[in-house]
């Protein structure tokens, strides 16, 4: 009896061990993600050399009424109306809905599942198969309902690390309907201020009109006089027709560029026809604020929409790796099952089930390896655009300052040549009209003068124009508030992408 018991027992054992070491064979067979990971990291902003570029100047970042300081009611009039009009605006909302409704799908992968069903089916069972009669070779209705219940235990937080992508893409849709809005108002202004730029041409090119006008009468007079002859007076016609042909060519384009407000305003061109001239002012100082470039990143809604990629692909890496560990999934269901419609409502009909469900992947042709690869990839080119994007932020800001002060440079030499031009200009004319001079010494005068005014005109709207850019490159206003309300994204100081995604 004792030796039959301890046979028993080492029999037993034997089994154990047989089935551990067929679990642990099976195990070691199964498809892993060994020698699969990355080391790509996203650059810190403080990494980069920006200490002569952009230094502190004790200013302030831009707030979200930027152009309000430009003094010009119909600027923030126009910018409001496109903010509620613009197509491209509604464009970027609808993106931002599909990313919501995304999340919210993936939300309920994480939560149990309950459903409903019926059917009815009219079949005719086979007399020679498993159905024995009187049912087998009959035509019968079986009539099923079932109330059935799922949930996914989701031990390797597979599900987990989806909701969590599909909230990061949310975020980084929020972050690009950011960028969009800064895009249209930042190119509303600019194209407003070319208007500007347009009309002030145009008054120096009304007074050059009248210039040139004045200089063919002046000519009319000397040829009176015998001191001039018919060449200087087809000069002064000729050049008085040039002169109106530039006019009517910045009517034209004033026309359009009315055309190009009314289209980023999201209305017909007629509406550009109501815009009244720009009373734009200088603006404020711009100076620089501190904390530049570490507050950058959390100012610029490009850097904030690519550091939640990141954070997504992150976890799509973390999704795609729970896919090689067992799935365990668990199911039950309750419901009425019978022949006919009398029987159905009976206790006799009922029918349930319940268990777990599990699935391991053992061999897959390299399918799941492949899958994480390209995740790896995906978050490669995440983490390099986010790279590219602070680097080309760093470069527009320190390009927008450099133009701010060499066009204020530019300014002071430009009206200093512009008085000069103006004063020959003058003398030339009086000269001229005395008869102490010829024709060319006042039209050489006259073109220098022309081109005086024109040069001051042009570096005022360009200095505005890039006071402008300065202030969208730093961001207009926007500010990140996401971590508020979310967990820190991976691509944050606080976090290291590189090492979530190992």
């Given amino acids: 009896m004792y030796v039959q ?20 064979a099976v195990l070691s067979a199964c498809v892993n993600y060994a020698g699969i990971h990355s080391d790509a990291k996203t650059a810190e902003p403080q990494q980069y050399a920006t200490q002569q570029s952009l230094p502190s100047e004790q200013g302030h970042w831009p707030a979200a009424n930027w152009a309000d300081q430009f003094g010009d009611a119909q600027l923030k009039s126009l910018i409001d109306e496109a ?19 995304f999340s919210e799908t993936a939300k309920a992968g994480t939560m149990p599942r309950v459903d409903a069903s019926y059917s009815l089916t009219r079949q005719q069972f086979s007399s020679t198969a498993l159905v024995p009669p009187p049912y087998g070779g009959s035509w019968q ?15 390797w937080g597979k599900n987990r690390e989806a909701l969590k992508a599909a909230v990061s893409q949310l975020q980084a849709s929020e972050a690009d309907a950011e960028v969009v809005k800064l895009t249209l108002t930042t190119s509303l202004a600019r194209t407003y201020n070319q208007l500007a730029r347009l009309y002030a041409l145009r008054d120096i090119a009304q007074e050059e009109v009248a210039q040139r006008e004045q200089i063919e009468r002046i000519t009319a007079g000397r ?65 620089l604020p501190d904390n530049l470039p570490a507050d950058l990143v959390s100012r610029r809604p490009d850097i904030v929409a690519a550091r939640w990629r990141v954070d997504a692909t992150t976890h799509d890496v973390k999704e795609a790796k729970a896919e090689f560990y067992p799935d365990i999934n668990l199911s039950a269901a309750i419901g009425l099952d019978a ?51 602070l680097v080309t932020a760093l470069s527009e800001v320190a390009t927008q300052l450099a133009d701010v002060r060499s066009t204020d440079g530019q300014l002071v030499d430009a009206q200093t040549a512009q008085d000069a031009a103006r004063k020959a200009d003058q003398l030339a004319l009086v000269q001229y009209k005395a008869g102490l001079t010829n024709q060319l010494t006042v039209l050489n005068a006259d073109v220098n003068a022309l081109s005086a005014d024109q040069a001051v005109a042009n570096l005022r709207m360009d200095r505005r124009d890039q006071q402008i850019a300065l202030a969208s490159a730093l961001g207009g206003g926007f500010v990140d508030t996401s971590n508020e309300t979310q967990n820190t994204p991976v691509g944050s100081a606080t976090a290291t992408p590189a090492v979530a995604a190992q």
């Fill in 5 to 24: 018991s301890n046979a028993r027992r080492h029999a037993s054992r034997a089994l154990k061990v047989g089935v551990s070491a067929m679990f642990a």
């Fill in 141 to 155: 209705t079986e009539n099923k309902g079932l109330l059935s219940a799922s949930y996914d235990l989701d031990l």
């Fill in 223 to 287: 040829i009176a006089t015998g001191l001039d002859t018919e060449v200087e007076r087809k000069t002064a016609q000729a050049n008085l027709a040039t002169s109106r042909a530039a006019l009517k060519s910045l009517d034209g384009q004033i026309l359009t560029t009315r055309y190009q407000l009314a289209a980023l305003m999201g209305a017909g061109p007629d509406r550009g026809l109501q815009i009244a001239r720009p009373a734009l002012g200088t603006g404020d100082e711009v100076r």
């Fill in 339 to 389: 022949f006919g419609f009398g029987r159905f409502l009976t206790a006799a009909s009922r029918t349930a089930s319940v268990g777990p469900a599990i699935h391991l992947p053992i061999f897959d042709a390299g399918e799941l390896r492949a899958q994480l690869k390209g995740r790896y990839a995906e978050f490669d080119y995440a983490v390099a655009t986010y790279n590219q994007t």
């Fill in 83 to 101: 903010l509620k009009s613009s197509p491209t605006l509604d464009q970027a909302r609808a993106r931002v809905a599909s990313a919501s409704a």
